[in-house]
C-alpha cells in the first residue's frame, strides 16, 4: 500500500472491508460462464410455460455481492514484484505482513461473523459447482492466480438485514420505483454502505513491514521515524529484490 494507506492503518488502528461490487472484478461472488450456461438451459425444460427456472439461482450472487464484505491479503513465503507494481503505485510504498493465526486472533474479538479463507482461482469456463453462496465469494477466475489470495469476509445478518432495508429505501426515493425492473432488496454499487471497520492493533497483529523495493532511503528512515512516533516495536525491513549484488 501508499504510505497514506499505511499512516491511516497507523492512526485507525482498524482493517477495512471493502463490499464485493465496489471491487474491479465483475466476476467476483458469481457463476462461472458453464453455470450460468447450464443454469438457462433449465428454462427450456420448464414444467410451466414462461416459468424460468434460472431467474432464482442467478438472483443468488446479486445478494452476496452486495452483501459480503471483503478485506485481502497475499499469502506467500516470499515476496511479489507483480504485487509490487500492482499496488504499490505511487510513491511511499510499503507492505504489512502478519500471519493467519495472528489474522484469526485479531478478528476473533469483532462482534460480527467474519470467515477466513484462501480463494481458490478457477477456470471460468468450466462449472465447480460448490454449491454454497459463501463459497463462491472465495473464488476467483484463473487470470488473478499471480494474487495468491488469502481473505477475510464478513457475512452478518445484521449486515445483510441493513443492507436490504438501505436498499429498499433507495430504490422508494428513485423516480421509477416500482416500474424499475430491479430487485429493490439489492443495492445499486453507488448506494448503502461501502465499506466496514474492523479494529486491528499493529503491535499485537504485525510481525513486519516491508518498504518497497524502489523506495529512496529516506522512505525507510521516514517509516522508522513514524513508527517510533506511535511507539511501535514494528519491525522494519527493506526489500532488496530490486538491489545489484
Known amino acids: 500500500m501508499d504510505f497514506a494507506k499505511s499512516l491511516h492503518l497507523l492512526e485507525s488502528q482498524s482493517l477495512w472491508f471493502s463490499r464485493t461490487d465496489q471491487f474491479e472484478d465483475p466476476l467476483e461472488g458469481t457463476y462461472t460462464d458453464a453455470e450460468i450456461e447450464?443454469?438457462?438451459?433449465?428454462?427450456?425444460?420448464?414444467?410451466?410455460?414462461?416459468?424460468?427456472?434460472?431467474?432464482?439461482?442467478l438472483r443468488g450472487p446479486k445478494y452476496m455481492r452486495t452483501t459480503v464484505y471483503v478485506n485481502c491479503w497475499r499469502a506467500g513465503a516470499g515476496e511479489s514484484l507483480a504485487m509490487w507494481d500492482l499496488y504499490g503505485?505511487?510513491?511511499?510504498?510499503?507492505?504489512?505482513?502478519?500471519?493467519?493465526?495472528?489474522?484469526?486472533?485479531?478478528?476473533a474479538e469483532s462482534p460480527l461473523r467474519i470467515f477466513l479463507g484462501q480463494v481458490n482461482?478457477?477456470?471460468?469456463?468450466?462449472?465447480?459447482?460448490?454449491?454454497?453462496?459463501?463459497?463462491m465469494c472465495f473464488r476467483k477466475d484463473l487470470s488473478y492466480q499471480h494474487e495468491a489470495e488469502f481473505r477475510a469476509a464478513i457475512w452478518d445478518?445484521?449486515?445483510?438485514?441493513?443492507?436490504?432495508?438501505?436498499?429498499?429505501?433507495a430504490a422508494r426515493l428513485r423516480s421509477d420505483y416500482p416500474r424499475s425492473g430491479e430487485d429493490p432488496f439489492i443495492l445499486r454499487k453507488e448506494d448503502g454502505q461501502h465499506g466496514i471497520v474492523i479494529p486491528f492493533a499493529l503491535q499485537r497483529f504485525v510481525t513486519e513491514l516491508v518498504v518497497g523495493p524502489r523506495e529512496k532511503?529516506?522512505?525507510?528512515?521516514?517509516?522508522?521515524?513514524?513508527?517510533?512516533?506511535?511507539?511501535?516495536?514494528?519491525?522494519?525491513?527493506?526489500?532488496?529484490?530490486?538491489?545489484?549484488?
Open 38 to 57: 447450464h443454469l438457462r438451459s433449465l428454462d427450456a425444460n420448464s414444467p410451466a410455460p414462461g416459468l424460468r427456472i434460472s431467474g432464482g439461482y
Open 217 to 245: 532511503p529516506w522512505v525507510a528512515e521516514l517509516v522508522q521515524s513514524v513508527l517510533k512516533r506511535y511507539g511501535l516495536e514494528i519491525n522494519m525491513t527493506v526489500s532488496d529484490r530490486l538491489t545489484p549484488r
Open 89 to 107: 503505485k505511487g510513491s511511499g510504498i510499503v507492505a504489512v505482513k502478519s500471519t493467519v493465526g495472528k489474522l484469526k486472533e485479531a478478528i
Open 121 to 135: 482461482y478457477v477456470d471460468w469456463n468450466v462449472a465447480p459447482w460448490n454449491n454454497n453462496a459463501l463459497v
Open 157 to 169: 445478518p445484521d449486515i445483510i438485514s441493513q443492507n436490504m432495508s438501505d436498499a429498499l429505501v
